[in-house]
């Protein structure tokens, strides 16, 4: 089953278990040990904060997380450094692509809530108080919906943030990552970076679908130039407004009418 | 003096003004008879919604606002193209600098209203409902504080997103938007556009600074790299994981403290 990123339905947050079984069995964070769940190809999807690492900083809606890793299994103290790896890697390409993770707190009553979704917004390392090197995560918690402030609220401010839908990342894979204006492929510790750029623009009053006929895998400068009409995209895939045309994988296939609303809005003719 | 961006000091969200004379004597919005306040240089500071517009469409945190010109001055309607030229270039700088602007509401009852603080967040061109071409601009609304989310909730969020700050506009201005590692300038109808990075991250834990010494031009593709430490700058201002060096004016002093700070923490070594 592929890994689920986002809210799980039914599970507001504040909602409390009793154990980290109870916390797997509502689909909030699947490992029964393990502080992060996540993957380094598909990235993080949930955290418990459980307050044994000595360097944690949880303020509630910024948390300054701790990797996994070096710490002795018996006193739990750090005794070697950590590595960008694993659970650690799998933080830094949440970051990378913008993913929502889930994060639970353990109470200091005893139990565990669900204290909703955040994005990691920066990552790096330094040596923690043990003298060990560590790596370390900020999170910022993601808008919830907020009763009284209408409908357009939470997918307004989450879509910008949290970029990184199925459809997106399925476009960055097929280009594994490189830019189809271009060619350009940004190369991080965390792995290639691209951005999925809406030919169409998502939310009112456009209301391009989140789909791969309207999805162009985009370094961030041609996104930029893109979504201000530097340029645009013929139906023969010319690139207007620059010289070359657009590489586009056979299996890709972008509906003309996203590319000519685009054209008709936002690109400005010499 | 210079114009003003952001909230004004003693007006609070929902305050209200009988006029428009008292909106400009409260700092609000300065022009008495223009909807748009701004210039094509330094961006648009605040609007004011008249619901003069047939096009407009005010959703409260999400607002489509029609530009201005090409309209009858005796019945009101639009009888010309608009241009992207004065107010509407003035707000499709802010969208390029992410600029925070105050936006005004006529009331119906009367009188108007301060509605808080907005960042433009797409424009574009289309054909009104009387067929004349029309510039629009989506704003939506800030981030306010909160009573009871913690003093982190309103600086983190409002400062990923509104990006320019006084010393981000000097230093953009001072390499005139090129890039100081590649030296691309990415140009865009609403002028050249380019990134302020900081080298010590800002907000908890870093607290790096908002200041000059502390920030690089540069294009979206290198400031991913830099944020990801894919290359570092050395105290002799050659690049670190990348061949060449940075280039700096000789009014910019960066500091060298900072850029210790980005290396041992950010930079990751072949």
């Known amino acids: 089953m592929a890994r689920h990123f986002g809210a799980v339905p039914g599970v507001g947050e504040g909602a409390t278990f009793v154990n980290r079984q109870e916390l797997r069995d509502a689909g909030v964070h699947l490992p029964t ?7 380094a190809v598909e990235g ?3 955290i418990v904060l459980s307050g044994g690492y000595e360097d944690d900083h949880d303020e509630g809606v910024v948390i300054v997380y701790t990797g996994e890793g070096g710490r002795d299994p018996v006193t739990g103290r750090q005794v070697k450094h950590q590595q960008l790896v694993r659970g650690n890697l799998a933080l830094a390409v949440s970051h990378r692509d913008g993913l929502p993770v889930r994060v639970a707190r353990k109470l200091k009553r005893g139990g565990y809530e669900y204290a909703g979704l955040y994005r990691v917004d920066d990552h790096w390392r330094e040596l923690g108080r ?3 090197r560590i790596w370390r995560f900020r999170l910022v918690k993601l808008e919830s919906a907020q009763p009284g402030q209408g409908p357009e609220r939470k997918p307004t401010l989450i879509q910008r943030i949290v970029r990184d ?3 997106a990342r399925a476009v960055k894979a097929m280009y594994d990552h490189r ?3 271009c060619g350009e492929r940004l190369e991080t510790a965390a792995g290639a970076y691209a951005e999925a750029a809406h030919i169409r623009p998502l939310g009112a009053p456009h209301h391009g679908p ?3 006929d309207n999805l162009l ?3 961030p400068n041609h996104h930029v130039l893109f979504d201000f009409g530097a340029f645009g995209i013929g139906d023969d895939l010319q690139l207007l407004g620059l010289p070359g045309h657009l590489q586009v994988h056979p299996q890709h296939h972008l ?3 996203h590319l000519e609303y685009h054209r008709s809005r936002y690109l400005h003719w010499k």
Request: charged share 5%; proline share 4%.
């Open 33 to 39: 040990q393990a502080g992060i769940s996540g993957s």
């Open 210 to 212: 989140d789909t791969a």
């Open 255 to 257: 509906n003309p009418a």
């Open 179 to 181: 830019c189809q204006v």
């Open 165 to 167: 839908t199925a459809a």
């Open 217 to 219: 895998c985009l370094c």
């Open 44 to 46: 993080a999807d949930s």
């Open 130 to 132: 043990s003298g060990f």
